[in-house]
């Protein structure tokens, strides 16, 4: 594009971009410094803490990397565990692997199937958390859940599957809860491919599977990062799972996130909940570092 | 030879659609039939007789009225004040000369990825605590709206980037002040993209659970995502009759506004929507 005459002067620019700016730097910018110091602090909600929180060092991080009983359940690294189970179960398995299976089949195909099921997961998608979660403990539970009374029908047992499988029971309903953004990226992505790269391959007599592993892998690679890098940030951060498990029975399905509410807002321990959110912080740090370079590259690349 | 792997590959397609269909839908159907049935239960069963009473409990019921109006109070703020600020701050990156704007746009991809979900809740509370916010609907919008903002501007300024600027220089040459010509030039031309965020927007907050749960003390000022948790006897177990007739009413305008996006504009995909 030709440099031309910028239509708003700067300061007319500036002061358009005021009001967003204000609203960002006060609830986003500002609570992500100041939490670094409450994590050095003992704060609480109520009593002498509350009014005058006390300088205590490292000793929160120390706290939760505690070593002795790390993996006890309750503790930090039980709810590490247990996020990264998660997150690779629900996220990367999950949600990429059902979104690119579907995109797939759905390539350059018409018809009532796809708007069926494109449908279903985006609704799946978009209905507000809590009605999932009422769906999912009925789908799910033990003496009247949907789901059992068809694996009875197929002559499989009951399971209690939200008291014995709480965390297998969190990713599968993760991923149907956010495979609809895979499906819907993976597909865009493939919508771009010229129809020529396959043709070539068929004609050189490929078979389906291996173009999709030589010819359309290779193709959507920086899409596949991009999805990636997005559903591990939001399965990390992710809350839902509280509203169906509750992280129990026992913290079996403590994710960190949850882990970081039950200290912060049941417990009222500021400080400690505080060193929690930084710790996760960092990490989504790490993961938005990777996305943004994604970004870079591409915008280089066109 | 070719034929039957062309029926085999058909058959494939058929199992592969039937078993991802069923996955989606299966959870889904106890909420189309579990409000219209008499008795209270989790299990999949055809409601007999057919019954609109627990609609009729739930819609007698003022607090759980009183919630859903929360909630579009809640939504419809946070819609309002992100699509507005969202449109100004998009087009002015899109049209005036900003310094750092490499990393302002960074930046804010970076913050908004970095600070949500529980962690960010810790600080905020904290904030709202200290600036008198907690408990009120002022504290909950301007959550979320910091919480949007960066992404609405950023499909916003795709949406201004593609206007031309034609209509804009022309306005100026007519002598239009910018407030004027954002307002009567540029945001007409605008409508689908400020729409596309509007609704965005209007459903991220309408089913988000976890900061009015955080934020809010008052039951009164509940929105309807926490006022489920009331149907409850005093045993503690939930009235399912009257949950998952709210629950139905509670997801309709979620429902209601797909359908219209879909019709209207086609459940496009934009590259960051939810970035």
């Known amino acids: 594009m030709t440099q031309r005459r910028p239509i708003l002067s700067m300061p007319v620019g500036l002061l358009f971009l005021l009001p967003a700016m204000v609203f960002v730097a006060v609830f986003l910018v500002f609570p992500s410094l100041w939490v670094l110091w409450i994590s050095l602090t003992n704060q609480t909600l109520t009593g002498e803490a509350a009014l005058r929180p006390r300088f205590v060092g490292l000793a929160n991080f120390r706290a939760l990397f505690d070593f002795e009983n790390w993996m006890v359940r309750g503790y930090f690294g039980n709810a590490l565990r247990n996020s990264v189970l998660f997150v690779i ?26 708007e069926l099921i494109y449908t279903l997961a985006i609704l799946a998608w978009i209905i507000p958390d809590v009605v999932v979660a009422f769906m999912w403990v009925a789908y799910l539970d033990r003496d009247q859940g949907t789901l059992n009374a068809i694996l009875s029908a197929l002559g499989m047992g009951r399971v209690d599957w939200l008291i014995e499988q709480p965390l297998l029971s969190i990713i599968i309903f993760n991923t149907w809860r956010g495979a609809a953004f895979s499906m819907l990226l993976f597909s865009s992505a493939l919508a771009t491919l010229p129809p020529s790269y396959l043709e070539a391959a068929a004609v050189a007599g490929a078979r389906p599977w291996q173009a999709f592993r030589d010819i359309i892998l290779p193709s959507i690679r920086s899409h596949i990062i991009t999805d990636l890098v997005l559903i591990t940030l939001w399965t990390f951060n992710t809350f839902t799972p509280y509203l169906i498990t509750a992280g129990g029975p026992t913290f079996r399905s403590e994710v960190v996130s949850i882990y970081t509410f039950r200290i912060a807002f049941q417990h009222f321990e500021f400080g400690r909940g505080a060193a929690v959110a930084v710790v996760m912080m960092l990490i989504n740090l790490a993961l938005a570092l990777v996305y943004l370079s994604t970004l870079r590259r591409e915008a280089r690349a066109r | 030879m070719t034929v039957i792997r062309e029926v085999l590959s058909r058959v494939l397609f058929y199992l592969f659609s039937a078993l991802i269909g069923a996955f989606f839908a299966l959870p889904m159907l106890w909420l189309l039939l579990a409000p219209f049935n008499a008795r209270g239960t989790l299990a999949l069963e055809i409601p007999r007789p057919f019954t609109l009473a627990n609609f009729e409990a739930v819609f007698a019921n003022t607090f759980a009225m009183r919630a859903l109006l929360n909630s579009v109070f809640i939504a419809g703020g946070t819609m309002l004040v992100v699509t507005l600020t969202a449109t100004m701050a998009a087009y002015a990156l899109s049209r005036a000369e900003v310094p750092y704007y490499d990393l302002l746009t960074y930046g804010l991809i970076l913050f908004s990825s970095v600070v949500t979900g529980t962690a960010a809740m810790v600080p905020i509370f904290l904030l709202a605590n200290a600036l008198g916010l907690v408990d009120t609907y002022v504290g909950v919008i301007l959550t ?15 949406f201004v980037e593609g206007l031309p600027r034609s209509y804009e220089e022309s306005a100026m040459v007519c002598g239009a002040t910018p407030w004027q010509m954002v307002r009567d030039v540029v945001m007409p031309l605008l409508q689908p993209g400020m729409m596309v965020v509007a609704i965005w927007a209007f459903v991220q907050v309408w089913g988000a ?14 929105p309807a995502a926490i006022a489920i948790y009331s149907f409850y006897t005093e045993a503690g ?9 709210y629950a139905l009413l509670y997801a309709i305008p979620v429902l209601v506004l797909y359908l219209f996006v879909n019709a209207r504009y086609g459940f496009r995909f934009f590259g960051g929507i939810k970035r």
């Open chain 2, 237 to 245: 177990t939930p009235i399912l009759t009257l949950t998952s007739a």
């Open chain 2, 209 to 222: 659970f976890l900061i009015p749960f955080v934020l809010l003390r008052t039951p009164e000022r509940m």
């Open chain 1, 89 to 114: 179960g629900s996220a990367l398995i999950g949600q990429a692997g059902l979104g690119l299976a579907i995109a797939w089949a759905f390539y350059r195909r018409r018809g009532i199937w796809r």
């Open chain 2, 144 to 158: 979320f709206t910091g919480g949007l903002l960066p992404t609405a501007i950023f499909i916003l300024r795709d």
